[in-house]
């Protein structure tokens, strides 16, 4: 879906001229504007009868200001679409929204069509309005389905699985909170752990079903319901959609139990909006906001404000104003929006929030990679807004027995939009928990559609550039260094030809030059080699590296033919061949080739990384007390200025060197918590090898560079502690 900072709003019709509008009670108020608002009607094709509409008023109108004034305008427009004999139309606001000067009003009794649209367009006639629309009913995107296919296929099947096992060997979405919008969560031995506070967002107790409004307990109460109670459907028992969701995207993993998570490393927020006969659009939108880290009245701030937001739901229509605003604000605040697509066999373009700006909309695709049918009209929506695909049919998750109320913990399959949606979403906290800079949502997006797997075959419908790759998409934000050049014989520098960016460009030696094509980002030990202006990979044509296999640059694949380590001054592929210039030539386009590793010149390699600084909590920046280079000399945090002490260069094996070339390292190699860090001489021991990914962790005991006064001042030393994600272990290198 594309980015963009607001989303254009169609045109306005003049409203009546002042003389007419005097003469139907509209009265043109002190600095409101002389224009109609838009009565957008799209909404009205999602049900039969409506009794709640969302209402924008103009800045600085009174109807804005004023409960009485908002009253009035209400009062004019409800007299005006009276027919008859009919008893009169009472309406009255129920509650303002977080979004600015949009309330929700609700009618006392349900009208029709024809009666709603009517009143839709007596409100937008009133000059105070700014827009009306429907609160609609969203509901989940999930269809039930018989198991036929292996227990979470989804994560590694030859043709369709998202290649999480690859993904796992380098992060697990630690330091990431998923807001997951849906039913709620019931308790589950295989969630519990990983659950963070969340917020019960459904404002009406009929629809909620635990005899209050909005309060801070997102248990799932039960979406079960009665035949015809929700329109002409059949009785249907509870689907606990949310805790099924929840245990895609973060399920406690590696516990000799159930199920794994995509990031089972991550946090999951529960925040309920759906419930009986699904959930409003107005709930909806308010709960965007404050998983986002937004303000929503009335409600406690989010303490931990979510850096991605699950939306397994939708509905039919245009894009309302009402979900586009709440999503902008969201992606503005830097949280990455998943979405359905939706499971009605039609274009996404007819389903929200999948056509929404600023959103990544998910389509379905079973075990052979084919996009999802479940029946004749059950189906995953297709068209140009879909981006990815990830599997939705038959996935296996955590669930609860209960046939209406909770009762025990469970596992179960489901199908659906609904179940590749969280898929992708775990995805994306893998790439928050990795990469060493944040990244905005427009980016996030754009990486992981241009990692995706080809599809098998071309679906029977688009539904997006291929299936989410969580190996490729992690392995290509995850190389943990700081762009350098690759120079070997003759002082030539490693080089795509001609600065070329596409798949299969070649790779040879030219003199160094300095230009794009010449930079590098190198990972930890076996880990991949990245073109900074393509970023592509340093690929082996083929897989098996034999002796005279050539290189290219290639999107990551997380294959072994894109796995790289320096051995000292050598450049080794998995197979321990080394990176060899063809002839022993160091002639500008050279080619180069794969070769049994002999130590000679022309496999001598050496990498040449840039400087650049690593802030932490609150912007600090990393820095050696003093500027002193002698072994030993504690590191503290202190106010970014750009001296010395605060330059640092990610080398191979882990190493970040500091000034004077010293190595940070944990002090005598020491693997009890509070040990500090400081700098010495290089050694090539395991204390003093890191992996900077959103974190910096020791490659001698997996624990994390810590600072224990959380940023609040200069002169903080940093130490080793046990990993937990939290903020004062969040660290982003920033090249100079």
Known sequence: MRYVNTRSQPARSHGLSLAIAASIGLCSLAGAPAFAGEARLSGLDAQPSFDRFIVRYVPGSA?????????????????????????????????????????????????????????????????????????????????????????????????????????????????????????????????????????????????ARDGNGRDPNPNDEGDWESAGECGPFAAANSSWHGTHVAGTIAAVTNNGSGVAGTAFGARVQPVRVLGRCGGYLSDIADAIVWASGGAVAGIPANATPANVINMSLGGSGVCSATYQNAIDGAVARGTTVVVAAGNGNVDAANANPANCNNVIAVGAVDSNGARSVWNASQQSNFGALVDLAAPGTDIYSTLNSGATTPAAASYGYMSGTSMAAPHVAGVVALLRSVSSQQRTPAQIESLLKSTATPFPSTPSQPIGTGIVNAAAAVNAVASGAAPGTIVGMGNKCLDVRGGATANASVVQVFGCNGFAQQNWSLGDTYANLRGVPSGRMLDVVGINPDNGAQLQIYDATGASNQAWSFTNTTLLSLGSKAVDAIGGSSANGTLLQLWDSSGVAQQTWNFNPQTGAITGIGGKCLDVIGGNSADGTPVQLWDCSGVAQQKWRLGPGGRILGIGGKCLEAANGSFANGTQIRIWSCNGLPHQSWRLRGEIRSGLNGKCLDDPNLGQYDGSLVHMWTCHGGPNQRWEYRSN
């Open 63 to 207: 109807a804005r200001g004023t409960a009485s004034a908002k009253a009035a305008a209400l009062n004019r427009a409800a007299e005006r679409v009276r027919r008859g004999a009919e008893p009169a139309l009472a309406l009255k606001t129920l509650r303002s929204t977080a979004l600015a000067g949009t309330d929700v009003v609700v009618a006392d009794r349900r009208l029709d069509r024809d009666q709603a649209a009517a009143l839709m367009r007596r409100l937008a006639a009133d000059p105070q309005v700014d827009y009306v629309e429907i609160d609609a009913r969203m509901h989940t995107t999930m269809t039930p389905n018989d198991p036929s296919y292996p227990l979470q296929w989804g994560y590694n099947d030859a043709d369709a699985g998202i290649r999480a096992e690859q993904a796992w060997d380098i992060g697990n979405g630690a330091g990431v909170v998923v807001a997951v919008l849906d039913t709620g969560i019931t308790s589950h031995g295989d969630l519990n752990a990983n659950i963070v506070a969340g917020y019960d967002f459904i404002n009406d107790a009929a629809t």
